[in-house]
């Protein structure tokens, strides 16, 4: 199937630092979008990116559609204890496949 | 808000017994999907339906089977349940096909 590398796998960070992560793949796709997952919960949209090139901003939130169409980035600003859970990004086609998750740990 | 309800947070089955999962959204989608969460892997496509009686396999359908007789509810059957499918199973819809995902809270199943 149609894999997605997603990187880092987990990141601890003090409150106030900006966080990256990315997300690469080998297949084109017409979607990208980013979820969180608090625990015990679904996954929920964050940012989603319909266009290569797009960068769409979302309160502390920026994402970005690679121009290629094979890869995206989130960057989330000043970071707070709330920020902490599990971020997975997302590539869709008529299916949706998913990255591994970076786990994020936000020390006060 | 569009809802997607799976029917049990947590089961716990025997190696052998078959299984049935049970997702229905409340919003009319069109598309719905089965995945499992293990820790590492992120979420991986078990099926996906794109219509009523429609199913797809995703990338790791191996000891599954899925229903969708209704448009509003999609099944996950383990036909004969081991202790490798113990996981969280996450169930999701989409209204068209480049569409926000709305999931489920998940079940946790264990297998013993």
């Known amino acids: 199937g149609q894999q997605l590398n997603q990187s880092p796998q987990s990141m601890f960070i003090q409150e106030g630092e900006d966080v990256s992560m990315n997300c690469t793949s080998s297949s084109i796709f017409n979607t990208w979008l980013w979820y969180k997952q608090d625990p015990g919960e679904g996954p929920v949209l964050l940012i989603a990116?319909?266009?290569?090139?797009e960068l769409t901003s979302n309160g502390r939130l920026t994402a970005q559609f690679g121009i290629t169409r094979k890869d995206s980035f989130l960057n989330i600003s000043a970071s707070i204890p709330s920020d902490v859970g599990i971020y997975f990004c997302a590539g869709q086609n008529y299916d949706m496949r998913f990255g591994a998750g970076t786990r994020l740990t936000v020390k006060p | 808000d569009v809802k997607v309800t799976q029917s049990s947070r947590y089961l716990v089955k025997r190696t052998g017994e078959k299984v049935f999962l049970e997702c229905v959204q409340d919003m009319d989608h069109e598309n719905m999907f089965w995945y499992r969460q293990d820790p590492g892997l992120g979420l991986r496509l078990i099926y996906f339906?794109?219509?009523?009686?429609?199913?797809e396999k995703g990338d790791i359908p191996e000891g599954y089977s899925v229903s969708r007789e209704k448009k509003e509810r999609f099944s996950l059957i383990l036909e004969s349940a081991s202790t490798n499918q113990t996981s969280m199973y996450l169930c999701?819809?989409?209204?068209?096909?480049?569409?926000?995902?709305?999931f489920g809270q998940g079940t946790r199943l264990t297998v013993v």
């Open positions: 339906s794109y219509d009523v009686k429609m199913k």
């Open positions: 990116l319909y266009k290569a090139g």
């Open positions: 999701a819809s989409t209204e068209g096909r480049l569409s926000e995902a709305f």
